[in-house]
């Protein structure tokens, strides 16, 4: 079946732009996350949404970073005014929260290059 | 700081050896998960261990979870070049907000 897609698979951009970037879960899973890998590093934690209730935005490194999931299905990361410091590799999962079943299944990820 | 942290950082071993990688970890977990990732793009589930067991296997691979030293290590037995590729730990830290927190990783390279 479909995995997690991302688009775009590489994005650059000058510094200063805005840029969105895209998520499209596994369909029927219902929490979303987002991470940011910088080159040789671990994944940093951004956002969590999960159902209805209120996402965890407690990763988010700036007020720059924003992301909605819009009908509890495709999410966007937005970034504005970025800055170097933000290339990185954008990489989102979703799974089922079920108990001790939260196996997370990751999109290729978006690399992002800010010029 | 992060809760899980991989040991080594990076491990180099002939074909046909096998890898260990250790991970820690700080708070009480529900879970711990090991995740491979190849290239620097989106990781791949491996193996899921719940806080209640102790060893688990699947395939070339083995893990096992000492909750009382909050460690666990994940074994591939006789590696293969395609084995190479960076290997992360990540543990489910409260139940309530159920996010996974991931370690650094660790850069295994299969020499053949």
């Known amino acids: 079946g479909a995995g997690v897609s991302q688009s775009p698979s590489n994005k650059v951009t000058e510094k200063g732009k805005d840029v969105e970037l895209r998520c499209d879960p596994i369909?029927?899973?219902?929490?979303l996350y987002w991470y940011r890998q910088s080159l040789g590093q671990g994944l940093e934690f951004l956002i969590y949404f999960q159902g209805n209730s209120a996402p965890d935005k407690s990763g988010l490194p700036s007020d720059r970073f924003s992301a909605e999931r819009t009908g509890g299905s495709v999410s966007t990361l937005t970034i504005q005014r970025t800055q170097q410091e933000d290339s990185a590799v954008y990489l989102c999962?979703?799974?089922?929260?079920?108990?001790?079943?939260?196996?997370?299944?990751f999109g290729p990820g978006t690399r992002l290059t800010v010029l | 700081s992060q809760q899980g942290e991989e040991d080594p950082q990076a491990l180099s071993i002939q074909e046909g050896e096998n890898a260990t990688m250790n991970c820690s970890y700080k708070?009480?977990?529900?879970?711990l998960q090991w995740y491979r990732q190849n290239s620097g793009r989106g990781l791949v589930h491996l193996i899921l261990?719940?806080?209640?067991?102790r060893e688990k296997h699947s395939g070339r691979l083995r893990v096992t979870l000492d909750t009382s030293k909050k460690s666990s290590s994940l074994l591939i037995t006789a590696s293969r070049a395609a084995d190479t590729a960076s290997y992360f730990c990540a543990t489910r830290i409260d139940r309530g907000a159920q996010k996974l927190v991931f370690g650094q990783g660790t850069r295994l390279t299969i020499n053949p």
């Open positions: 999962a979703s799974s089922l929260v079920r108990q001790y079943t939260d196996t997370q299944y």
């Open positions: 369909s029927g899973h219902t929490a």
């Open positions: 261990i719940r806080s209640n067991e």
């Open positions: 708070t009480s977990i529900n879970n």
